[in-house]
């Protein structure tokens, strides 16, 4: 299983970017899939996540700014970024947890299992 995260680049403040990411692999069902970040010198942090089936939570810093939604045919995750500020600036990860391959099914030993993107770079000038 790998995820794909793209979409970050560079915005100003007030603008809007729109992270994806993508898990490939013999999936047979994600659980919850959501977006972390972490700026320079500071700790990994909870942006947004979304459960399978579609309830949502938000870091208290992003509500009403930031939308996750999910695709679950398509094992899919966007993060819909609007109003960004500065403080936004960080590397955002994806994260699938509770990943269940088809391999695990078919094995009958559907051990789930939590995976993380490659990151993508947003940067937020002021």
């Not at 790998?2 to 809007?16: H, R």
């Not at 972490?38 to 700790?43: E, S």
């Not at 088809?102 to 002021?126: C, E, F, H, I």
Request: with cysteine; net charge positive.
């Amino acid at each position: 299983v790998q995820l794909q995260a793209y979409g970050g680049g560079v915005v100003q403040a007030g603008g809007s970017l729109r992270l994806s990411c993508a898990a490939s692999g013999r999936i047979h069902s994600i659980n919850n899939m959501g977006w972390y970040r972490q700026a320079p010198g500071k700790q990994r942090e909870l942006v947004a996540i979304i459960t399978r089936g579609g309830r949502t939570n938000y870091a208290d810093s992003v509500k009403g700014r930031f939308t996750i939604s999910r695709d679950n045919a398509k094992n899919t995750v966007h993060l819909q970024m609007n109003s960004l500020k500065p403080e936004d600036a960080a590397v955002y990860y994806c994260k699938a947890e509770g990943v269940i391959t088809v391999a695990g099914v078919m094995n009958d030993r559907p051990t789930p299992y939590d995976y993380w993107g490659q990151g993508t770079l947003v940067t937020v000038s002021s």
